[in-house]
């Protein structure tokens, strides 16, 4: 793959967050996002190594595991591919696991999906000849690595994108809830527990940790993205973006781009529902993030 930028750009965000229409406009500036993706524009590399309950929840704070993880997905898409005889163990394990248990409490991912994703890692299709801006890649989930992507990629370029948290208590998707919500004393599954409360508990500890992560960063580094204001005003926002990301875009391609976000049909869904249980610091932090509690 042929490209000046070191890289890479990574799209994070609790799920539901717009994150595919962000990595649709990063397609449309050339950034190379992956081979291997779903419909959604998920990085399938990442779902495959990170995206796994127990492995996760045991390694977390274990960054030479993180790294190894990272050190895989870099040398898969920038087509290196001379991996280590413990990466290869690393991909092997991660195989075999996410056979059994899949990504999510669905099992999502299980039995051949995990072989499919372990060949393309290993045997990605050839395009190192191809030419993009920029490389990198859109899973929902890597915000839960920000902190190791940071150390281990200099040039790191992240964008984290947040929706209503009211919004998002009643959307449903809430595989980040199940998935990780005791890492934030989050427990969906606890009897008696309404869910919308406890999936808008989640979007707030989320979402406050990778902001903390991101001020430490810097502007130059981190870009927090309000998808609904893009949505309302995308020509600011999309300007926001590629300023961020010092990539090249002629005025055609910025008025295609412009184009792309439009306002989703659950926007304020959450008007038809009970949210007598949000807090006023709840409510507050909402309001710092740009987003009506009323």
């Known amino acids: 793959m042929k490209s000046t930028y070191s890289g890479p750009i990574v799209i994070g965000g609790v799920g539901g967050s717009g994150t595919r229409v962000i990595a649709e406009l990063l397609q449309m500036l050339g950034v190379f996002i992956g081979n291997d993706l779903n419909e959604s524009l998920d990085n399938l590399a990442f779902t495959l190594l990170f995206k796994r309950k127990a492995w996760y929840s045991r390694n977390c704070y274990n960054e030479p595991q993180l790294n190894r993880g990272l050190s895989i997905i ?4 920038t087509f290196e591919r001379k991996f280590t005889f413990q990466e290869y163990l690393f991909i092997f ?37 191809a030419i993009y801006q920029a490389w990198g890649w859109k899973e929902p989930n890597s915000h839960l690595i920000l902190p190791t992507l940071t150390s281990f990629f200099c040039d790191l370029k992240y964008i984290h994108c947040i929706r209503s948290g009211l919004d998002m208590a009643f959307s449903p998707n809430q595989q980040q809830l199940y998935n990780w919500g005791s890492l934030f004393n989050v427990h969906p599954s606890e009897p008696g527990i309404n869910i919308h409360e406890a999936a808008f508990r989640y979007w707030v500890e989320a979402n406050r ?6 001020k430490k960063l810097g502007p130059a580094k981190f870009l927090l993205l309000n998808y609904d204001q893009l949505c ?31 306002k989703p049909a659950t926007t304020n869904r959450y008007r038809n529902n009970d949210v007598s249980w949000l807090s006023q610091e709840d409510a507050y932090f909402m309001k710092t993030l740009g987003f009506e509690t009323h």
């Open 74 to 77: 870099e040398k898969a898409m």
């Open 93 to 129: 394990k991660a195989m075999t696991v996410m056979s059994i248990k899949g990504h999510n409490r669905e099992k999502a991912g299980n039995g051949r999906w995990s072989l499919v994703r372990a060949k393309n890692i290993i045997m990605a299709p050839n395009n190192e000849n």
């Open 209 to 214: 940790q990778a902001i903390e992560t991101g």
């Open 232 to 262: 309302e005003n995308p020509e600011t926002g999309v300007k926001s973006i590629i300023d961020f990301l010092g990539l090249n875009a002629d005025e055609h391609m910025i008025a295609k781009m412009i184009s792309l976000p439009e």
